[in-house]
């Protein structure tokens, strides 16, 4: 079946630009993840759905970081004012039920603040 | 604070040789580890797992070693091939609750496998 997908793959965005990420995840998956990977890093975790419900943000880094799954399948992660150290790959991961250990991550989106 | 530590940014061995990948680990609540494959524009692709109940996870040619008193864990892919020239990410689990087993990742090693 089809994987995980992202999109856009690339945006580049002008610094103050709000943008909007779109995730994708495995169909019947019930738990999907935010990662932001800066280079020459690891990803680093954002925040997770279980269905619709949002249970845990930490990871967010600021209040301009806000993301949705409001039907529990496609979820959005919007920027708001970017900023350029916002620029990194944001990784999208869903896993089958909760407590699945096994993320199946999207191709990720390269955010480019100018 | 890096709770998972890559410390070898990149590897290279040659084709037919065993590659040996590192990873330490400092959070005593993490119960899951993973391996990850990342080649260049795509996302990390899961390889194998161990949980901490166990000291060694076989699959194919890949192995993964835990020392829990350590806290280390490695990877072992025997015999390497040029296909798996990647990044690789050591990666930790623990649960954080509302059933969150959000996974916590090292910087990743580049293994090169010469032909």
């Known amino acids: 079946g089809a994987g995980v997908s992202q999109s856009p793959r690339y945006k580049v965005a002008k610094r103050g630009q709000d943008v909007a990420l779109r995730c994708d995840p495995i169909?019947?998956?019930?738990?999907l993840f935010w990662y932001q990977q800066a280079l020459g890093q690891g990803p680093e975790f954002l925040t997770y759905?279980?269905?619709?419900?949002?249970?845990?943000k930490s990871g967010l880094p600021s209040d301009r970081f806000f993301a949705e799954r409001p039907e529990g399948s496609v979820s959005t992660l919007k920027i708001q004012r970017t900023q350029q150290e916002d620029s990194a790959v944001y990784l999208c991961?869903?896993?089958?039920?909760?407590?699945?250990?096994?993320?199946?991550f999207g191709p990720g989106t390269r955010l480019t603040v100018t | 604070d890096q709770q998972v530590k890559q410390n070898s940014p990149s590897l290279s061995v040659q084709e037919g040789r065993i590659s040996i990948l590192n990873c330490d680990y400092t959070?005593?609540?993490?119960?899951?580890f993973l391996w990850y494959k990342k080649y260049p524009a795509e996302g990390p692709t899961f390889l194998i797992s161990?949980?901490?109940?166990?000291d060694k996870n076989e699959d194919g040619r890949f192995t993964v070693f835990l020392n829990k008193s350590a806290k280390h864990l490695s990877l072992h892919i025997v015999p390497s091939q040029p296909g798996d020239s990647a990044v690789y990410f050591c990666?930790?689990?623990?649960?954080?609750?509302?059933?969150?087993?959000?996974?916590?990742f090292g910087k990743g090693t580049l293994l090169t496998v010469n032909p």
């Open positions: 991961a869903s896993s089958l039920f909760p407590g699945s250990y096994e993320q199946y």
């Open positions: 169909s019947g998956h019930v738990s």
């Open positions: 759905f279980q269905n619709e419900a949002q249970l845990d």
């Open positions: 959070n005593s609540m993490f119960d899951y």
């Open positions: 161990i949980s901490s109940i166990k």
């Open positions: 990666a930790a689990s623990a649960f954080s609750g509302g059933s969150n087993y959000k996974l916590t």
